[in-house]
């Protein structure tokens, strides 16, 4: 009885638990959302998205393969769901090969619920459909990094949800649509690097309190800011670099504390910098003013903002002195290209990027001698107004990584002492000053690190140190116009990423080829040992191994540029004019052997150097005839062996060298008929002369008769006395950077018209190739005439 009443009981117990977990799963079904799978429509309109665009074996979308009608379209790759609904309402691409425009009626302008639609750099071309403006619930919109065109539309305004746009690195243009007011829950606004034209559209945007990012960098807007900017109290960066804004800058920008970057570079903003009622809160970073056109004093407006870490007024017309400053964040200071003066303060020890050049700064606060200088990374003072001696406190900046101290007064002797300081350096740029003395042979003992060496322009004595072996990433040496009395250095062909070497106009002697001392640079692209005492004859050989020189550049290169990490400069004369050009392309190849006393043949094997651009070997004592190799260097654009002993004829086969515009064949005992081509017929007269049994110059200098010139004469010619044309000089400044210019491929050569007894007289060139401040290629320089004055 007891054993049937406990089994009755437990039978009870068991059935009233499986009724409350039955009435528990009801309630909990009841009370969750019913889920929906993607509805038919929703999926049709995304089959139609993904085809429209062409899909190959060599154009294929692998994230497209899950999109078909045997699974649910809310599980398709970018694709996501609202959980309830089933609508789509996100689709996320990035970086996927769609190739093709968007079309007015395509099916993605049917996911009239997405909120999300991202084609960042899908290769989307063509314009933007105005159907885009059906998608009214977007609220984030990303198209940026594609190559979408013409103006956006006006429809785009009904995108009144919109709190993120980017339009960013299209080809977008024309004005910005009136419509864009509508946007006031925009947050993020990105428009940069298109070709929009017209006012800045902030205007527009006034009524987006709640904007935060506002970037219209890189576009064609030119006109003033708005006067009152402090609506937009919740901005935090702000962008409107490299467009043409012009006028003053509001100080109600400043005013808005919220703001973290500011960046106005390379625009035409006017004015003196003064702010007031800034926020004593401010959390301002980062400001960009550099490469406008701001004047008067800095004053003391940068302590209004003590959260400052980088501040760039480069470029501008700033006059007067450094001010006290407490910024004690501040890590990257750019003062360049400005009219500032004094002495630079103790305060500026502690910035680890300092870059003062081009100013006419001319001493050092005390606190410089007896400051710790660990911070400094990076040092640039050149072109400024310093004077006497290197300051002792150059010794203790470590771990700088570039020094530049070039074209200033600085005199005396380059201390042993500095060997501290270039142990981690990188750049060394001391050119262009009054240094005198000789190197200490181990003053580059320890600078594995060491790129570049520039101590060119100085008057600098004894020899090269031979601890610049130990420098094993060194790409650039320029040491010239100094006094350096010393061999050639070929120790130094065993360094592995040597590009450029510059020893011109020293006191270097000797041969260059010694028979057991391997010749060695296999990177050397540029080499200038003009203007030496060098001697002796170069093997056949001789250019065998230069690797670098025999590679032609087809490959893509990420960077055009050598040493694009650096901040760079050229000069070149272009058609007479001093231009200044950014940057040198890779493959620019080079050599200037011009101004020694070689003798022998030419070496054969300089043919096998496929990516040179330019060849000097003038005014030296090279005999036989023209190596018929050169016919192989296809990139040639200069050619000069005048002044030397050469016979034989000139190979015809150079008039195949398309590239070839400046060429100099004269004084030399060459023969024979000259090459008929559009690059020989251009050239000027002069390049032939001296070289009685040449034949085929009617086409170039007309018909004339040169008569012997008498003793006088010949001296006249052999002193060249006036420049008149320089057709090439490309320095590189070194800023804390280095490296070369690029050579422009065809260069006109204009030349005053002298009377015809005068061009009958003068017949000598006399052609250089020289470095200027660091290194200048080829300069060509007619001092004596040749010409018929009827041909110009």
């Known amino acids: ?160 949800q919109l709190e993120y746009l980017n339009l960013d ?64 109290h919740n ?43 800034t926020s004593s809160s401010s959390m301002l970073q980062i400001l960009n003013l550099g490469q406008n056109k701001f004047d008067g004093p800095i004053l003391n407006f940068i302590t209004k903002f003590p959260n400052l870490e980088h501040l760039d007024l480069h470029d501008n017309n700033f006059v007067g002195s450094i001010p006290k400053s407490n910024l004690v964040k501040l890590e990257y200071l750019d003062l360049s290209n400005n009219k500032l003066e004094g002495k630079i303060p103790g305060w500026l020890r502690s910035v680890q990027w300092l870059i003062l050049s081009h100013n006419s700064f001319s001493s050092f606060g005390k606190s410089w001698e007896v400051s710790d200088l660990t911070q400094i990374q990076m040092l640039e003072l050149g072109s400024n107004s310093f004077r006497g001696p290197l300051p002792d406190w150059i010794c203790k900046l470590r771990p700088v ?78 040491v010239k116009s100094n006094r350096i009395k010393d061999t050639f250095p070929s120790w130094l062909g065993s360094l592995p990423s040597l590009n450029v070497m510059i020893l011109r106009e020293n006191e270097f002697y000797g041969p260059l080829y010694h028979p057991h001392v391997s010749i060695g640079f296999q990177s050397l692209k540029i080499i200038d040992i003009s203007y030496n005492h060098f001697n002796g004859t170069l093997p056949p050989f001789y250019f065998s191994k230069w690797r670098e020189m025999a590679t032609l550049s087809e490959e893509y290169l990420d960077s055009m540029y050598m040493y694009s990490d650096f901040r760079v400069s050229m000069e070149m004369v272009n058609k007479g004019v ?48 023209i190596p018929q190799s050169l016919a192989n260097l296809t990139n040639l654009e200069a050619l000069d062996l005048s002044q030397n002993q050469l016979s034989g004829q000139i190979p015809q086969d150079l008039a195949s060298l398309s590239f070839l515009s400046i060429m100099n064949f004269s004084h030399n005992n060459l023969q024979g008929p000259i090459p008929r081509s559009t690059q020989f017929q251009r050239q000027n007269c002069s390049a032939f002369m001296d070289n009685p049994r040449l034949y085929g110059l009617e086409d170039i200098c007309g018909k004339i008769h040169v008569p012997n010139p008498t003793p006088q004469e010949s001296e006249d010619l052999s002193e060249p006395k006036e420049q008149v044309i320089s057709w ?39 052609v250089r190739w020289r470095s200027s401040l660091s290194i200048s290629i080829l300069e060509l320089h007619y001092d004596h005439w040749m010409l018929n004055p009827s041909s110009l």
């Open 1 to 160: 009885m007891m054993i049937s009443n406990q089994s009755s009981y437990f039978s009870s117990f068991v059935t009233l638990y499986f009724f409350f977990f039955l009435v528990a799963l009801v309630l909990h079904t009841f009370a969750s959302p019913m889920l929906h799978y993607c509805r038919h429509d929703q999926r049709d309109a995304l089959l139609d998205f993904k085809h429209e665009f062409p899909v190959n074996e060599s154009n294929s979308v692998p994230s497209l393969n899950s999109w078909n009608k045997s699974s649910d379209c809310c599980d398709w790759e970018n694709v996501k769901c609202d959980a309830k609904s089933g609508n789509v309402i996100s689709l996320y691409f990035k970086h996927i090969s769609l190739n093709n425009s968007l079309k007015p009626n395509s099916g993605l302008f049917k996911l009239q619920h997405l909120r999300n639609l991202t084609l960042r750099d899908c290769h989307l071309h063509g314009v933007i459909p105005s159907s885009l403006g059906n998608l009214s619930h977007l609220t984030h919109l990303d198209l940026r990094e594609n190559d979408l065109v013409g103006e956006v539309p006006i429809s785009i305004g009904n995108l009144a």
């Open 169 to 232: 690195n299209n080809q977008l243009s024309g004005y910005i649509p009136l419509s864009f007011s509508n946007f006031t829950k925009l947050s993020y606004f990105h428009i940069s690097n298109n070709q929009f034209t017209g006012e800045c559209p902030l205007v527009l945007l006034s009524l987006a309190t709640s904007l935060s990012v506002l970037d219209i960098s890189e576009n064609l807007f030119k006109s003033t800011l708005p006067s009152d900017m402090s609506g937009f």
């Open 235 to 277: 901005l935090k960066y702000f962008y409107v670099f490299r467009n043409s804004l012009f006028g003053y800058v509001p100080r109600s920008l400043f005013m808005i504390p919220s703001l973290i970057m500011v960046n106005l570079r390379e625009n035409q903003f006017k004015g003196s910098i003064e702010f007031r009622n």
């Open 401 to 478: 990584i570039f020094l530049d101290m070039s074209n200033n007064s600085f005199s005396g002797s380059i201390p042993q002492c500095l060997s501290n300081t270039i142990s981690g350096l990188q750049e060394l740029n001391l050119r262009n000053n009054n240094l005198s003395g000789v190197l200490h042979p181990d003053i580059f003992l320890n600078t594995t690190f060491l790129s570049s060496v520039d101590i060119s322009n100085n008057q600098l004595e004894g020899k090269l140190p031979k601890s610049l072996i130990n420098c094993t990433t060194l790409e650039l040496l320029n």
């Open 578 to 625: 001093d231009t200044k050009f950014e940057w040198i392309l890779k493959d620019f190849k080079a050599i200037d052997f011009s101004g020694n006393r070689f003798f022998g043949k030419i070496p054969e094997s300089v043919g096998s150097l496929k990516g040179l651009r330019l060849l000097n070997l003038s005014s030296n004592g090279f005999t036989n005839d």
């Open 728 to 766: 090439i000089s490309a320095g590189i400044a070194y800023g804390p950077g280095v490296f070369c210019g690029e050579v422009m491929r065809k260069v006109p050569i204009c030349l005053d018209v002298l009377s015809a007894d005068l061009c009958h007289r003068r017949a000598a060139t006399y």
